[in-house]
């Protein structure tokens, strides 16, 4: 590795020690972009690398709230707000038990890049709590959301960071926590936030958005290598909004979808799962996936008991990780190839260990397709929200379509263009790393040392 980036990367791992998740985003993109800081020694001297890598702040915040039982709870609330180099702050809010500090850091530095990939004008931010939504009351939800906001209120803003919804933060949620700021802020700022309601200012095809996007970027891929997704076998783990909506694109697109799964295990339907029984299991009743046997015996489920998911061991042509990150490991990412594996693409943010990711990229008979590049058509449409929001338009279901779908193929384009510029054969994740880190960089050394 290049003598900058090893002490980049050195002086990272010192500077955020226990932050594993963080280390290991910055690494993947740090080891991938040497191409780029070889041609430009100047970098060294600017610190483009330092000044990349460190957040321009972090915010740490109390989120107490009351209960149904009367009991007061007290959780941690996050936002990391990371690059505006090229626009305000932008990324979802993550409610979820394991969220921490450097989960956080993750997330918003993968989100500088990905941004940056859509060719729109926004930054990198990210946020969130442990506060866990599962199981809990709307009430409380509500009650929850309430608090979390009064605090993120004073640091977000349409020009300034607009969040939007992750896992566990959906259009209920993004109500809650829209109508909070509206009511301390005593004003209707539509463009603070993004993923909100249709009836107050949300985007056609938001909710679709990730998992349309995630297909459209695998079409790409596989047209540009001589294949196509029609016929082909689909296995997708999770079953939340991302998954659900590639799944949605992907029977659209004339593939086979034959396995979905949640944290508890999955399911194997050969003739192809039944999306209506998904939806009403997840989006109306918030079951878990082994209900879909209530629907369909002739199902099979798997529970999860191990490391490995078992959604995994199934045969596919294509697998679709759209779960949470490092959810699928070296093992599992085996026992894929070895069933004949054509293509993996991350529907999730960073889903793929460190081993499990350069086991994919050094198999040049699979086609691998990176996390910020294929699933950045969420923040992209969160993007054309905001831009709606601003004109007090509304663009159809099919205007809004169109641009998502002509964003990811530039995305694509993007990837392969840096690939073939540095030799880079296939390697989407080098590709798409350079492909933002150029534009990053650029926008950096015009800015001056900020």
């Known amino acids: 590795m290049n003598k900058y980036l ?5 002086n990272i791992k010192l500077k955020n020690p226990h932050e594993n998740e963080y280390i290991q985003a910055v690494e ?3 080891t991938s972009i040497e191409p780029v ?3 430009h020694s100047e970098f060294e001297k600017l610190a483009i690398l330092e000044r990349m890598t460190e957040p321009e702040r972090l915010i740490i915040f109390r989120v107490p709230y009351v209960n149904d ?5 007290v959780h941690r609330g996050y936002r990391v707000q990371f690059s505006n180099l090229i626009g305000p702050y932008k990324g979802g809010l993550r409610f979820q038990p394991d969220v921490n500090q450097s989960i956080i850091k993750f997330l918003g530095f993968e989100q500088i890049f990905k941004n940056a990939l859509t060719g729109l004008p926004i930054g990198g931010g990210k946020g969130g709590s442990d506060f866990n939504p599962k199981g809990k009351s709307d009430g409380e939800i509500m009650r929850f959301c309430q608090s979390f906001m009064t605090e993120l209120y004073r640091h977000i803003g349409a020009d300034v960071d607009v969040p939007a919804g992750d896992i566990g933060v959906g259009e209920r949620e993004i109500g809650y926590l829209f109508g909070q700021y509206k009511k301390i802020k005593n004003a209707y700022e539509g463009g603070v936030i993004t993923g909100k309601g249709l009836s107050y200012g949300g985007s056609l095809v938001r909710k679709e958005a990730t998992g349309y996007g995630l297909i459209y970027f695998t079409e790409e891929m596989l047209n540009a290598n001589g294949l196509s997704l029609e016929g082909k076998t689909v296995t997708i783990s999770g079953s939340g909004n991302v998954a659900i909506y590639a799944c949605e694109k992907a029977f659209q697109k004339g593939a086979k979808v034959v396995a979905m799964s949640d944290s508890n295990g999955c399911i194997y339907d050969a003739g192809g799962i039944d999306l209506n029984v998904i939806k009403q299991i997840k989006e109306k009743e918030r079951g878990r996936i082994k209900d879909y046997l209530k629907h369909h015996p002739q199902a099979e489920y798997f529970e999860h008991t191990g490391e490995d998911s078992p959604i995994w061991e199934i045969k596919t042509d294509i697998a679709l990780p759209c779960a949470t990150q490092n959810e699928l490991t070296l093992n599992s990412t085996k026992k894929l190839i070895a069933n004949g594996l054509t293509a993996i693409v991350e529907g999730a943010n960073m889903p793929c260990t460190k081993e499990a990711a350069e086991y994919f990229i050094s198999n040049k008979k699979i086609l691998y397709g990176p996390a910020k590049a ?8 969160s993007a054309i929200e905001m831009s709606q929001n601003s004109m007090r338009y509304y663009f ?3 205007e809004a379509d169109k641009l998502l779908k002509d964003i990811m193929k530039n995305i694509f384009s993007s990837c392969q263009n840096a690939c073939e510029k540095y030799n880079l054969e296939k390697n989407y ?15 950096m050394k015009a800015q001056g040392i900020v």
């Open 429 to 443: 994740t080098a590709g798409a790393n350079i492909a933002a880190f150029t534009k990053l960089a650029k926008a």
């Open 374 to 381: 294929a699933n950045a058509g969420g923040v992209a449409v």
């Open 396 to 398: 159809s279901f099919e």
């Open 6 to 10: 090893k002490t980049v990367l050195n």
């Open 28 to 30: 993947e993109v740090l």
């Open 37 to 39: 800081i070889n041609e």
């Open 69 to 73: 039982c009367g009991q007061t709870i």
